[in-house]
C-alpha cells in the first residue's frame, strides 16, 4: 500500500523525489526533477560563498554583511516592498 506523507509540513506523494543536504530537502514529483537538481546546485553555491566568505574574513565578516539587510528593514518600516538579498 502506497500512502502520502507529510514531513516537515510537505506533502511528499508516492513517485515523488527527494534531494537534501545538511541545508535542507526539496520535494518534487518526476517532472520536476530536472528542474529541481539545478536549483539544489545554485543554491549549494551560494551556501558556499557565503561560508568562504565568512570563514576567510580576518575581521569576522557577519553573514548580515553579505546582505541588503539594513535597506530591506528600512524600507519595510516606511512601508514599501523589499526582498531581503544576498550581495556576494
Request: a neutral charge; proline letters at 3%; one cysteine or more.
Amino acid at each position: 500500500m502506497q500512502a502520502n506523507v507529510v514531513c516537515g509540513g510537505v506533502l511528499v506523494q508516492p513517485g515523488d523525489t527527494t534531494m537534501g543536504d545538511q541545508g535542507g530537502v526539496l520535494v518534487g514529483g518526476i517532472a520536476t526533477s530536472p528542474k529541481l537538481l539545478p536549483i539544489a546546485k545554485k543554491v549549494q553555491t551560494i551556501e558556499q560563498k557565503l561560508i568562504d566568505n565568512i570563514a576567510s574574513s580576518s575581521e569576522g565578516r557577519s553573514l548580515a554583511s553579505m546582505t541588503n539587510l539594513e535597506e530591506h528593514v528600512r524600507q519595510r518600516l516606511d512601508g514599501g516592498d523589499s526582498t531581503l538579498k544576498f550581495r556576494i
